[in-house]
């Protein structure tokens, strides 16, 4: 309990990066003092923002190989998304730590793997690494995960778990916005008040506005298209908004795609 009633010195920077104020992360990071692992959480939670940024070439340049295993993983990440190129070489890095048992059970680094697998689409090797959770991080992720598998039902196993761990807590909040947008029917109304509700405690980002439906975020458009077709209205507007602006977003392909069915394509979104 004494750990517990400790000042939580990265409380702000954790919600900034959270909720996509990313460059207030970066702004207001220069906090001292702090324990070594503090230390280095602030220093993952500062670079991943610059990663969010599309900084990723100061991340690879910055983060050395004498770096803790948080930060080398933070560094993969960076690696992956930077190029098409360093995906291969990357992946089996990652592979090789995560098989490694002196640190392959580090949370940041099962985060990491969770991240890129998703990316890769690969969700049931994400699970293999995010599943035993340890981290409101973790479990945020494997709502996202669950929900891109189509099963809202494990989504909400996770949900409770967050919500018994701390129901106030900025992800749990989240997860559970998210949730509520892939239900569908009234339950969108809630994500909106959750999302509302952040918009009057926090500066206003991206992440919020897109929650709140600010049309212009690539982002909210999917979310659109997704609600409305819940909502059993036509969705072709916002379709066809996504692809012009976006043609490369993951929902245009797979809409265009025959491998699944458009509905079945739309939803993997939700």
Same mark, same amino acid.
């Given at each position: 309990m004494a750990a517990a009633a400790a000042p939580d010195h990265l409380f702000n920077l954790r919600n900034n990066f959270y909720l996509g104020a990313y460059q207030a992360a970066i702004n207001n990071s %220069?906090? /001292?003092n702090l324990p070594p692992d503090d230390a280095v959480e602030r220093d993952c @939670?500062?670079?991943?923002s610059y990663i969010a940024l599309g900084s990723y070439q100061l991340v690879i340049s910055e983060i050395d190989e004498? *770096? *803790?295993t948080p930060l080398q993983a933070v560094k993969l990440l960076a690696l992956y998304l930077s190029s098409p190129d360093n995906k291969e070489s990357t992946i089996s890095s990652l592979k090789?730590?995560?098989? %490694? +048992? *002196?640190?392959g059970s580090n949370a940041t680094l099962r985060l990491i793997a969770g991240i890129i697998f998703m990316h890769e689409e690969d969700y049931n090797e994400a699970l293999k690494h995010t599943n035993a959770g340890g981290t409101m991080e973790l479990h945020a @992720?494997?709502?996202q995960i669950f929900l891109k598998m189509h099963r809202s039902d494990y989504a909400e196993r996770q949900l409770r778990a967050m919500q018994q761990i701390d129901e106030d807590h900025t992800l749990t909040q989240l997860a559970n916005a998210w949730l509520n947008l892939a239900v569908g029917g009234s339950k969108i109304q809630e994500a909106y @008040?959750?999302?509302q509700d952040f918009s009057e405690k926090y500066p206003m980002t991206g992440l919020i506005l897109n929650g709140k439906a600010d049309a212009k975020d690539p982002e909210t458009l999917a979310n659109l298209v997704v609600c409305?077709? =819940?909502?059993g209205k036509s969705t072709s507007r916002y379709l066809n908004q996504l692809k012009l /602006? =976006? +043609?490369d977003h993951m929902l245009v392909k797979r809409a265009s795609s025959g491998d699944e069915s458009f509905e079945r394509a739309l939803q993997s979104v939700a």
């Amino acid at each position: 309990m004494a750990a517990a009633a400790a000042p939580d010195h990265l409380f702000n920077l954790r919600n900034n990066f959270y909720l996509g104020a990313y460059q207030a992360a970066i702004n207001n990071s %220069d906090l /001292t003092n702090l324990p070594p692992d503090d230390a280095v959480e602030r220093d993952c @939670l500062v670079y991943r923002s610059y990663i969010a940024l599309g900084s990723y070439q100061l991340v690879i340049s910055e983060i050395d190989e004498s *770096a *803790a295993t948080p930060l080398q993983a933070v560094k993969l990440l960076a690696l992956y998304l930077s190029s098409p190129d360093n995906k291969e070489s990357t992946i089996s890095s990652l592979k090789e730590w995560l098989s %490694d +048992p *002196a640190i392959g059970s580090n949370a940041t680094l099962r985060l990491i793997a969770g991240i890129i697998f998703m990316h890769e689409e690969d969700y049931n090797e994400a699970l293999k690494h995010t599943n035993a959770g340890g981290t409101m991080e973790l479990h945020a @992720l494997n709502v996202q995960i669950f929900l891109k598998m189509h099963r809202s039902d494990y989504a909400e196993r996770q949900l409770r778990a967050m919500q018994q761990i701390d129901e106030d807590h900025t992800l749990t909040q989240l997860a559970n916005a998210w949730l509520n947008l892939a239900v569908g029917g009234s339950k969108i109304q809630e994500a909106y @008040l959750i999302f509302q509700d952040f918009s009057e405690k926090y500066p206003m980002t991206g992440l919020i506005l897109n929650g709140k439906a600010d049309a212009k975020d690539p982002e909210t458009l999917a979310n659109l298209v997704v609600c409305s077709l =819940h909502q059993g209205k036509s969705t072709s507007r916002y379709l066809n908004q996504l692809k012009l /602006t =976006h +043609p490369d977003h993951m929902l245009v392909k797979r809409a265009s795609s025959g491998d699944e069915s458009f509905e079945r394509a739309l939803q993997s979104v939700a």
